[in-house]
Each structure stands twice: as structure tokens, then as C-alpha cells.
């Protein structure tokens, strides 16, 4: 069965130290993954994508991910973290169908220590 | 450009009652999609769409009807509101296959 796991409920780190969350997925096809973030109230913002080509991704706000396939695994880091990354991560995969579905993760909930 | 708006931002109904949740896109996108989120449960799909009049579900279907006349809009429909359908409802769309998501900012619904 396709599924994502975020094996890190809550996750709290000191402002200015490296983060790193991680994601599993199980999917039977080429995954296309994506890491989502969600401050309290919002709704969900992309922080970055994979497709296919360079494993190492970049995006927004000095986040990046790597994909390994051989670990089946998608996880996200930032080599500083800033107060203002308090939030709710969540990882999803989709696929090469048609319809685009995304499965997520239950998502990890990052709290930052002045 | 606004992107994906929702209305209302809450509601409170009672059990029984019947409602709809509001979404649209200017984005010229042709798939949309309503999710649920429930703590500690991630986003579960309700229903999608891949054009003006296609429709179907998704993994959690059971309560709710959706429609699409037109790319811009896509309503989710409540129509006997129990408790279990208490959440925080997000609806998406995106330009088509193998692309990202843009998310609305939500409504949260409470059914007591």
C-alpha cells in the first residue's frame, strides 16, 4: 500500500541550530515528493519538490531535501534554523497517474527555542 | 491574483444540518481537490476533480458531494452534518498531473 511516514511527531530544536526531518514513503511507482509547511491557522505552503533529475532539491526560505531512493526516503534539513520555521511539516508523495492525488504524512510539529 | 480562496472561514452547524463549503481558483488550474485535517491524522482526500464536470472520490468520500460546473469553482457539500465530520477543510488545485498543489487557507467546521 502507498503510505508516507513521518516517524517524528514533535520536534523541538535551539534557534540557529541544524534541523533535519525525516520522511518514508512506500509507493510502487517513480514517486514525485514534496514537503509542505503550515504555520498555525494557514493553510499549507510548498516548500519544495522532487520530480526527478539532481536528488539534492532546493527551496524556499534556505530549506533543501535530498532523495534517496535506495532508503526510500525524502528528508528535509536546514543548516540554521530561525524562530519564524516554528510550524507543521508535512511530507507527501504522488505519482505519474493522471489524477495527481497526493498521500501526506501526519506531519512533525517543529517548535524553536530562543 | 488570489490564488485558492475559501468561505466562510468557520462555521459551527448543528447535527443534521446541511451546508457548503466555497472554493475557487483563478488560476486557470484544471484539477481540484478537498482534503480534511484532523490532529495527528495528516490531510485525507475527499474528492478531486480533473476538469469542468468530472468529479470523483477519494479515500474519504462517505458524508460529503461535491460538484464542478465551471474551472473556477468547486463546492464541497455537507448535506447531514454529523460529528465525526468536525474538522479543518482544505481545498486545492493544481494545473494538472504530476504538479505541485496550491492550498486555500481553510475552513474550520465544528458539528456539535
Request: glycine share 10%; proline share 5%; aromatic share 12%.
Amino acid at each position: 500500500a502507498q503510505s508516507v511516514t513521518q516517524p517524528d511527531i514533535h520536534i523541538t530544536v535551539s534557534e540557529g541550530a541544524s534541523l533535519e526531518l525525516r520522511c518514508n514513503y512506500s509507493y510502487g511507482a517513480t514517486p514525485y515528493l514534496f514537503w509542505y509547511v503550515q504555520s498555525p491557522g494557514q493553510g499549507l505552503q510548498l516548500l519544495l519538490k522532487y520530480f526527478s533529475g539532481d536528488t539534492l532539491v532546493q527551496g524556499i526560505k534556505g530549506f533543501e531535501a535530498e532523495f534517496k531512493r535506495s532508503q526510500s526516503s525524502f528528508n528535509l534539513r536546514k543548516p540554521s534554523v530561525h524562530w519564524s520555521d516554528a510550524a507543521e511539516y508535512f511530507c507527501a508523495v504522488g505519482g505519474s497517474g493522471a489524477t495527481n492525488k497526493l498521500i501526506f504524512g501526519t506531519g512533525t510539529l517543529l517548535a524553536v527555542q530562543p | 491574483n488570489a490564488g485558492v480562496t475559501q468561505t466562510p472561514k468557520f462555521r459551527i452547524l448543528k447535527i443534521g444540518q446541511s451546508m457548503t463549503l466555497q472554493c475557487a481558483q483563478d488560476m486557470n488550474h484544471n484539477y481540484m481537490y478537498w482534503y480534511r485535517q484532523d490532529p495527528g491524522m495528516g490531510l485525507k482526500l475527499i474528492y478531486y476533480s480533473v476538469g469542468a464536470g468530472i468529479t470523483d472520490k477519494g479515500e474519504v468520500p462517505n458524508g460529503y458531494n461535491v460538484s464542478r460546473s465551471t474551472t473556477e469553482d468547486f463546492p464541497l457539500r455537507l448535506e447531514l452534518a454529523a460529528p465525526s465530520q468536525t474538522s479543518v477543510y482544505f481545498c486545492a488545485s493544481s494545473r494538472g498531473a504530476v504538479t505541485e498543489q496550491y492550498f486555500g487557507p481553510g475552513t474550520r467546521l465544528t458539528v456539535t
